[in-house]
């Protein structure tokens, strides 16, 4: 009998990432929302997939994240699933499937963690929906928290601007952070809020702290993995670092495909049967 194994990546969980931040370790968090893209988040080394409702703006073009469905969210989860082996799966409850009630939240969540597969959800909002993060981490679904900056209200706050900048509304998200982690909340995100403010947080919760725009003293960072690639032209928030260009790259690799062709250059003869 052959004793050669292919070791398999051992798969993060969120007793992994709750471990990372006991033992000081930072989390590195991206999204993905599509098969081929999540092979290669995954095969990078994050620690973390977030299938983000911003899925509707990089997918579909919509200016907001409101649009997104349950069902929509559902089917990108489901692709993002197929292609990873290792990281930890979140995902969005889309706007409008978690607000109604607790009742409302729980079932949805049941959706989307039976039928695409995700290990956990993610929710916006402070103490108001801790009665629903009670009850879905009750069912046995674990829940990402995430203040601040909630694109989902971006109605009520008029744009997107930072969060959380004076004294009331910084108490504010810190007694939220508090009540999250008490619903049961394994982990939070914090979006562009004052640096000072999410260190505060962090130091002060058991459970991760991710952050997007909020400094360098929280547990883990996430990026929109379209941003930090630089496929999106033109979007350069003062929060995002590009590791790569690829909006040219793929334009000029395009164009030279379209010289090609119409060149009668492609196909050659060793790319013929």
Known sequence: MSTNT???????????VRKMKAEGRKIAMLTAYDYTTARLVDAGGVDMILVGDSATNVMAGNETTLPMTLEEMIYHCRCVVRGVERALVVADMPFGSYQVSAEQGVANAIRVIKESGVQAVKMEGGREIC??????????IPVCGHLGLTPQSVNQFGGYGVRAKDEAEAARLLGDAHALEEAGCFALVLEKIPAALAAKVASELSIPVIGIGAGAGVDGQVLVVTDMLGMNDGFRPKFLRLYADLAPVITSAIGRYCDDVREGAFPGPSEQY
């Open 6 to 16: 292919i070791d398999k990546p051992k798969k993060v969980t969120t007793a992994t």
């Open 131 to 140: 009665p629903t993060v009670g009850r879905i981490t009750a069912a046995g």
